[in-house]
Each structure stands twice: as C-alpha cells, then as structure tokens.
C-alpha cells in the first residue's frame, strides 16, 4: 500500500514537471543566427557552410513504414560557431553499404528545432559503426572537429540540404502520467481493502 501511494506521488510530481517543460518549449523564442546557447525547443536559423565530409548517419531510423538513416552533418557558421544538424531521413532499405547523402557547396541556410543533448539508453557494442552511429552523440566528431559551440542538435526541418523531416519532441502528455498515478492509488486502495477485510477475518478465527 505505501509503495502504491509513493509511486502515485511520484507519478503525479512527473506531470508537474511534463507540463513545466512543455511551457518552456512553447515559449522558447525564435533565434536567427544565435551567438548564445539557445534554449530547449527554439526555432533556430543558421547560415553557414556544411562540412560534408564529416557526415555521420544515424542507423536504424524507421519513417512509413521505409528503413533508413537520419543524416547528421557538421555545420560552420558566420561566427565561427560549430554546430550538428541533423538533415532529415534517408530511406536505404535493408542494404547495410554506407550511405551517402548529397550535401549542397557554399553557403547555406536552415531552421529547425534546437534539442539540447541528453544521455542515450544502453549501448550494446561500439557506437560508431564506419559511417553509422547507434545513437546520437556529440562525441564521434571531437577527434576530427573538436568540441561543438553548444551542447545540443539542430533539427532541420526547412532550407538547404534538408531531406524529409522525421523528428518529433517525446513530450509524454502530463495526462498521461495523472492516469498512471490513480493507478497506482487504485492499487494502494485495493491493497488497503484486502489489508483490512483479512485483518476482520483473522480476528474473527481468533474468536472462534
């Protein structure tokens, strides 16, 4: 019963924070250009150049139904600034030769949604598979680039070299985890019910 009840609280705390966060994404600002961090959930524009040659694709990315790999590429911007863009999806089919997506010369403009990184679930072998990574990461390009300007990816979704937009923020409605806390104190209720009709019982045997 007192684990139902803390995972109800616990469950029901959750929701509070899925709500401040969807605030925050919905207020995050557009930014042209940024020189600052931008905030998690901004509509970012960058112009600059992509570095093509250090294309890394992102395994294993699922869109109607077709297989295929989410292209991330190094952009340098005006300022100087490195950032990851990840261009959309690239369907490959099940054929395991390493992808190549075409990527414009010059300078180029985009916007898309900033993501900041986060920690990946688990990771069974090596990330970096040739040109394929298991999981988005910041730190396959270090060797070669160094560090990025901001700890973070750019989600395009409009401008040049930007192929089909697949990405959607996992946002778990606040509604959802309210119903998996009454679950939970449905639970503890039913475990207080049992608790109290089996303590009746046992103390009517006692009597008799």
Same mark, same amino acid.
């Given at each position: 019963?007192a684990? &139902?009840?803390?995972? &109800?609280?616990?469950?029901?705390?959750?929701?509070?924070?899925?709500? *401040?966060?969807?605030?925050?994404?919905e207020?995050?600002? !557009?930014?042209?250009?940024?020189? %600052? @961090?931008?905030?998690? &959930?901004?509509?970012?524009?960058?112009?600059?150049?992509?570095?093509?040659?250090?294309? *890394?694709y992102?395994?294993?990315?699922?869109?109607?139904?077709?297989?295929?790999? !989410?292209?991330?590429?190094?952009?340098?911007?005006a300022?100087?600034? *490195?950032w990851?863009?990840?261009?959309?999806?690239?369907?490959?089919?099940?054929?395991r030769?390493?992808?190549?997506?075409? %990527?414009?010369? &010059? $300078?180029?403009?985009?916007?898309? =949604?900033?993501?900041?990184?986060?920690?990946?679930? @688990?990771?069974?072998?090596?990330?970096v598979?040739?040109?394929?990574?298991?999981?988005? $990461?910041?730190?396959?390009?270090?060797?070669?680039?160094g560090s990025? $300007?901001?700890?973070?990816? +750019?989600?395009?979704? =409009?401008?040049?070299?930007?192929?089909?937009?697949?990405?959607?923020a996992?946002v778990?409605?606040?509604?959802?985890?309210?119903?998996y806390?009454?679950?939970?104190?449905? *639970?503890a209720?039913?475990?207080?019910?049992?608790?109290?009709?089996?303590?009746?019982? +046992?103390?009517?045997?006692a009597?008799?």
């Amino acid at each position: 019963m007192a684990l &139902g009840i803390c995972l &109800g609280l616990w469950q029901w705390e959750r929701a509070d924070d899925k709500r *401040l966060a969807m605030a925050h994404r919905e207020a995050a600002p !557009a930014l042209i250009e940024p020189t %600052t @961090p931008p905030a998690q &959930g901004a509509e970012v524009t960058l112009r600059g150049e992509y570095l093509a040659e250090h294309t *890394l694709y992102l395994d294993n990315r699922i869109v109607d139904g077709r297989i295929g790999v !989410a292209v991330l590429t190094p952009l340098r911007d005006a300022y100087g600034q *490195l950032w990851l863009v990840q261009r959309g999806f690239l369907p490959t089919g099940p054929n395991r030769e390493p992808p190549n997506a075409d %990527t414009p010369h &010059g $300078s180029v403009v985009l916007r898309g =949604e900033w993501q900041e990184a986060q920690a990946g679930g @688990p990771l069974y072998g090596d990330n970096v598979e040739g040109v394929r990574l298991q999981q988005l $990461s910041l730190e396959p390009w270090q060797p070669a680039l160094g560090s990025f $300007s901001y700890a973070g990816w +750019l989600h395009a979704n =409009e401008g040049d070299g930007v192929l089909l937009p697949w990405w959607e923020a996992n946002v778990m409605p606040p509604s959802r985890h309210v119903g998996y806390a009454f679950q939970w104190w449905g *639970l503890a209720a039913a475990a207080l019910v049992v608790m109290v009709i089996g303590g009746l019982k +046992l103390r009517r045997d006692a009597v008799h």
